[in-house]
């Protein structure tokens, strides 16, 4: 095992996670992206866009569902049955057509998307040391906003080479390929072929005794624990700006601003790469308070709060007469977003037991997911009559509120 050892395996498994979330989030972000051209063929409304996306977001409020699932049967072979289900899900929108049969495809395609963050938390959890966690939490949630950079070039492509349909196909080939690689290099610290025994023992010795796993997960147990509702609620009011981001800022960047499709694909990137260096802000802030003797969830609390800050200048999307200072204001909520968000789903590896990891991040991500509905409904409802501008300053406040339930709900371990 030594002779044919990686080193520093833990990263590349990591890494190999990132190419999920690449493809999981592109898969997802097409529709976004393809809206302008697809409502116009399809003759769908606003409001009936608004009920598309809240399919999709009923689907992913199956989380909780797929975390216990991951925790039951174990990532390599659980997370792999999701990925190609996807995949598969992916490829057949080539034969959606109007808005009922979008949304149909969009509530099974949520459902097996939905197992990505709890598959990701329980990774990390078994793979990293708490010191670690921050940083690989960081990483991995990189390749969310890289599948929605990839997005809008791969759409346009599409559109120019055949049609939007090539675009949902080539991101479902993607995800099954990935799947292959991942049963075939993916097992557990315990039973990975590769690892060497100088890092199963850095690993193990990293790992919070208080959190090693204890027979199977209790959701009833779960759902009386303040830390659930700490991270839950926070997350509720945090994630419709995700929503926002994929599938109405194509939308909005086409019918308020005035771009096309070139310039979507020139544009509509831009806040998701900001994303990604929040990706990377978040962990590091965290990681500088507690070089300086700040404990784990405090120094986590105060980089969500400083997310939640920055996130006010969102509010100001709609006010700017300049698209170009829209898009850097947009650029501005992506950043401080996944600053904030990656925060705050880490947590859940931070205070949940290794048997329940998953489960408990489902539960946060049904409430992420269902603030995403809720916003996404009311937006397609309303966005004809009242206009854009009242979500954005909505989108701006509410994760203050957030950084006030952190600090109120979560306990720090004893």
């Known amino acids: 095992m030594t002779r044919f050892g990686i080193p520093r395996l833990r ?24 809206a302008p051209v697809i409502l116009t063929e399809q003759h769908i409304s606003s409001e009936q866009y608004g009920w598309i996306t809240g399919a999709f977001q009923v689907g992913v409020m199956f989380q909780p569902l797929a975390g216990y699932l991951l925790d039951g049967m174990g990532l390599r072979l659980g997370f792999a049955l999701f990925a190609m289900a996807w995949s598969a ?31 990701g938390q329980k990774l990390v959890a078994e793979w990293f040391p708490a010191r670690e966690r921050g940083v690989a ?33 080539v991101a479902g080939a993607l995800g099954l390929a990935w799947s292959l690689v991942w049963l075939f ?15 199963r023992a850095h690993i193990a010795a990293g790992q919070e005794v208080r959190l090693a796993a204890e027979g199977r997960a209790s959701i009833p147990a779960l759902l009386r624990r303040r830390d659930l509702w700490g991270i839950a609620l926070p997350r509720l009011l945090a994630d419709p700006v995700w929503g926002m981001l994929s599938f109405w800022m194509p939308l909005y960047l086409a019918r308020q601003r005035g771009f ?107 409430a992420g997911n269902l603030g995403v509905l809720v916003f996404s409904l009311l937006l397609g409802g309303l966005v004809d009559q009242v206009g854009y501008t009242p979500f954005f300053i909505l989108l701006g406040l509410l994760d203050l509120i957030g950084a006030a339930l952190l600090w109120t709900l979560v306990r720090k371990p004893r």
Do not use: K
Not at 16 to 34: D, E, P, S
Not at 137 to 166: C, D, E, H, K
Not at 185 to 198: G, T, V
């Open 11 to 34: 990263w590349t498994i990591i890494a190999l996670f990132v190419g999920a979330m690449v493809i999981n989030y592109l898969a997802r972000a097409v529709l976004g992206v393809a």
């Open 89 to 119: 899900i992916t490829m057949a929108h080539v034969f959606a057509s109007g808005w009922l049969g979008f949304a149909a495809l969009r509530g099974a395609l949520g459902v097996a998307e939905g197992s990505a963050q709890p598959a």
């Open 137 to 169: 939490g960081g990483i991995y949630n990189i390749g969310a906003s890289f599948g929605a950079v990839f997005a809008p070039p791969l759409v346009a492509w599409a559109v120019m080479t055949q049609s939007w349909r090539l675009a949902f196909l």
């Open 185 to 199: 290099f993916y097992d557990s610290p315990a039973r990975h072929r590769r690892i060497r025994p100088e890092e």
């Open 260 to 366: 096309d499709l070139t310039q979507i694909a020139l544009f509509a990137w831009l806040p998701f790469l900001a994303a990604d260096l929040g990706c990377l802000f978040g962990p590091a802030i965290a990681a500088f308070l507690q070089r300086r003797g700040v404990s784990l969830i405090d120094a986590r609390r105060s980089a969500f709060t400083l997310g939640a800050v920055m996130m006010t200048g969102m509010a100001f999307v709609g006010a700017v007469e300049s698209p170009y200072a829209a898009v850097a204001l947009l650029c501005l909520g992506g950043f401080a977003h996944q600053t904030l968000s990656v925060t705050v789903i880490t947590m859940a590896s931070d205070l949940f037991r290794r048997n329940e990891v998953a489960t408990a991040a489902g539960m946060a991500g049904f």
